[in-house]
């Protein structure tokens, strides 16, 4: 599902990360996020009280948003996302995080998103194309 431009612009850009719950929309900016060989976006949990809530709320819906700023080639996946608190993935982003702050912050767990649906947002042609 998610080709090799499509992996290029999620490894080298920032993410925004909506959800929704009770009519009232929530979108974060993500630094500490990854993307598995298998296809699965990885999200570190350092400051997403209010996205983890709307999870709870909405079946784990998820959308992300990535573009590249210099060509404004980008993405919009939407999935699920399951929260873990333990585990090699937690651990990772724990030291990313740790590392970053000198140990002022830490990471609580992270976000497993399995994409079900990858749309160009790139200006042109493609856009609004579901991949």
Same mark, same amino acid.
């Given at each position: 599902?998610?080709? @090799?431009?499509?992996?290029?612009? %999620?490894?080298?850009?920032?993410?925004?990360? $909506?959800?929704? =719950?009770? +009519?009232?929309? &929530?979108?974060?900016?993500?630094?500490?996020?990854?993307?598995?060989?298998?296809?699965?976006?990885?999200?570190?949990?350092?400051?997403? @009280?209010?996205?983890?809530?709307? %999870?709870?709320?909405?079946?784990?819906?998820? $959308?992300?948003? =990535?573009? +590249?700023?210099? &060509?404004?080639?980008?993405?919009?996946?939407?999935?699920?996302?399951?929260?873990?608190?333990?585990?090699?993935?937690?651990?990772?982003?724990?030291?990313?995080?740790?590392?970053?702050?000198?140990?002022?912050?830490?990471?609580?767990?992270?976000?497993?998103?399995?994409?079900?649906?990858?749309?160009?947002?790139?200006?042109?042609?493609?856009?609004?194309?579901?991949?």
């Amino acid at each position: 599902m998610l080709n @090799e431009n499509v992996r290029k612009v %999620l490894k080298e850009s920032l993410w925004d990360l $909506a959800t929704c =719950a009770g +009519n009232e929309p &929530n979108v974060v900016p993500v630094a500490f996020k990854d993307v598995t060989e298998d296809g699965k976006l990885l999200v570190g949990d350092v400051f997403l @009280e209010t996205t983890l809530n709307n %999870l709870q709320a909405n079946d784990g819906r998820i $959308a992300i948003s =990535a573009y +590249n700023p210099q &060509n404004l080639e980008g993405y919009q996946i939407k999935g699920r996302a399951e929260y873990v608190t333990e585990g090699e993935v937690v651990n990772a982003f724990k030291a990313m995080v740790e590392e970053m702050f000198h140990g002022a912050a830490t990471a609580k767990g992270a976000l497993i998103i399995t994409p079900e649906k990858v749309i160009v947002t790139t200006p042109g042609g493609e856009n609004k194309k579901e991949l």
